[in-house]
């Protein structure tokens, strides 16, 4: 997997990063990963976990129901299929 490094980072934006982070319970790197996921993520593609999400949540699904989703949910990233 690639590795960037920021350079020149102004010290306010390392801050509100850190906070950002523990407030969500996550590291520093694994907050700055999601924040650039998603702001390079295309505008109105909707992903079928989002989609299933809102059809649960019509349906009177409970928080406590999409935690044990969350939970059994597999994480691995997608890797693109390779043709050659």
């Known amino acids: 997997m690639p590795i ?27 907050e700055v990963r999601e924040i650039l996921t998603a702001a ?11 989609l299933l999400a809102d059809i649960g949540r019509e349906a009177g699904l409970t928080d406590e129901e999409f935690a044990v989703f969350d939970e059994m949910r597999d994480k691995t990233p997608v890797r693109p299929l390779d043709l050659g």
């Open 4 to 30: 960037m490094t920021i350079r020149n980072l102004p010290e306010e934006v390392h801050r509100a990063l850190r906070v950002r982070a523990a407030t969500r319970g996550h590291s520093m790197e694994a």
């Open 40 to 50: 390079v993520a295309p505008e109105g593609r909707v992903k079928l976990g989002s």
